[in-house]
């Protein structure tokens, strides 16, 4: 069902390509693949902030996954109740 669904995008986006989105009144007027992509600016800082800030996000979450891991367990609560 993936593949299907994979399939009608891809065939929905290639038929109407360069067109994302078609205007009816006038077709001067509608948002295509290179009007509705942003400057070369704004891409290059998107890049930075990504590199800077992605591996921030991914050690945090590592770091939160391996604080967390682990079952708590019935005796556990009874032993300590800060648990709670």
């Given at each position: 069902s993936s593949l299907a669904a994979t399939g009608i995008i891809a065939t929905v986006g290639c038929a109407m390509f360069p067109f994302i989105l078609p205007?009816?009144?006038?077709?001067?007027?509608s948002l295509t693949v290179w009007n509705a992509s942003s400057t070369q600016k704004t891409l290059g800082?998107?890049?930075?902030?990504?590199?800077?800030?992605?591996p921030i996000v991914l050690a945090y979450t590592a770091w939160?996954?391996?604080?967390?891991?682990?079952?708590?367990t019935a005796e556990a609560v009874r032993t300590n109740p800060d648990f709670y």
């Open positions: 205007s009816s009144i006038d077709a001067h007027s800082i998107m890049l930075f902030v990504t590199l800077v800030f992605l939160a996954y391996r604080v967390m891991f682990g079952r708590v």
